[in-house]
């Protein structure tokens, strides 16, 4: 846009999640065994979300998490086939649920175990900042725009972009680490302070009013 770096202040994505649906909710809507380890996946069947990289990372978890199972949820796109292919060839039919489209997206990742995201394109990974707000610890590959929303392997365990053998590592990390459940509660309290829908709302309101009284003082606002 020609627009100076001292001008710009980049707002995060907000997200609004409804606590009481998310302690409400369950698998049975899913289909997924109670006490299986699940790892879940919400994102449209498109090329650049590259879910056949994460059937195959999935059969990589599968040899040591025997018992663990696949959901993917998301309006069905031009990428379905290759996905499919993916789960015909490492034989994982039994495991590896392809839900679609689904209104409950929020409550399949408040009861998974682990957030798997394969994207490697993204704009602002909505489904990201969602699955940290509901406290379900993430894997994902290290692009940019994810390494940004997560503070690196702060708040998520990450892996080498398009590579399945990385993303089988890290999803195994990420059920594994002996400290998932104080990582993953710190790391919803600081997702929830930045990313959700008030938060946001109230950095942009703050941003706002300091643009106009910089402009009828003509100070330059301090950026953000």
């Given at each position: 846009?020609?627009?100076?770096?001292?001008?710009?202040?980049?707002?995060?994505?907000?997200?609004?999640?409804?606590?009481?649906?998310?302690?409400?909710?369950?698998?049975?809507?899913?289909?997924?065994?109670?006490?299986?380890?699940?790892?879940?996946?919400?994102?449209?069947?498109?090329?650049?979300?590259?879910?056949?990289?994460?059937?195959?990372?999935?059969?990589?978890?599968?040899?040591?998490?025997?018992?663990?199972?696949?959901?993917?949820?998301?309006?069905?796109?031009?990428?379905?086939?290759?996905?499919?292919?993916?789960?015909?060839?490492?034989?994982?039919?039994?495991?590896?649920?392809?839900?679609?489209?689904?209104?409950?997206?929020?409550?399949l990742g408040?009861?998974?175990?682990?957030?798997?995201?394969?994207?490697?394109?993204?704009?602002?990974?909505?489904?990201?900042?969602?699955?940290?707000?509901?406290?379900?610890?993430?894997?994902?590959?290290?692009?940019?725009?994810?390494?940004?929303?997560?503070?690196?392997?702060?708040?998520?365990?990450?892996?080498?972009?398009?590579?399945?053998?990385?993303?089988?590592?890290?999803?195994?990390?990420?059920?594994?680490?002996?400290?998932?459940?104080?990582?993953?509660?710190?790391?919803?309290?600081?997702?929830?302070?930045?990313?959700?829908?008030?938060?946001?709302?109230?950095?942009?309101?703050?941003?706002?009013?300091?643009?106009?009284?910089?402009?009828?003082?003509?100070?330059?606002?301090?950026?953000s």
């Amino acid at each position: 846009m020609g627009l100076p770096f001292e001008a710009c202040t980049v707002v995060p994505r907000g997200v609004r999640i409804d606590p009481a649906a998310v302690a409400a909710a369950t698998r049975g809507p899913f289909g997924v065994p109670a006490d299986a380890p699940l790892f879940v996946n919400v994102a449209r069947i498109v090329p650049e979300k590259a879910q056949h990289l994460l059937v195959e990372a999935f059969a990589r978890v599968r040899e040591q998490v025997p018992d663990a199972r696949l959901a993917i949820a998301g309006e069905v796109g031009p990428a379905l086939p290759a996905v499919q292919r993916a789960v015909e060839r490492t034989g994982l039919g039994d495991s590896v649920t392809l839900l679609g489209f689904r209104s409950d997206v929020r409550a399949l990742g408040a009861v998974a175990d682990v957030f798997a995201y394969s994207s490697v394109s993204e704009g602002s990974p909505g489904a990201v900042a969602e699955a940290m707000v509901l406290g379900t610890p993430v894997a994902a590959f290290a692009i940019p725009p994810v390494a940004e929303l997560t503070q690196g392997d702060q708040r998520a365990w990450l892996a080498t972009p398009g590579d399945a053998s990385a993303l089988a590592d890290a999803m195994l990390a990420a059920w594994q680490a002996p400290d998932r459940k104080e990582r993953s509660v710190a790391t919803q309290r600081w997702a929830a302070a930045t990313y959700s829908l008030d938060a946001v709302a109230d950095r942009l309101g703050d941003l706002l009013v300091a643009r106009v009284d910089a402009h009828s003082t003509g100070t330059p606002a301090r950026r953000s």
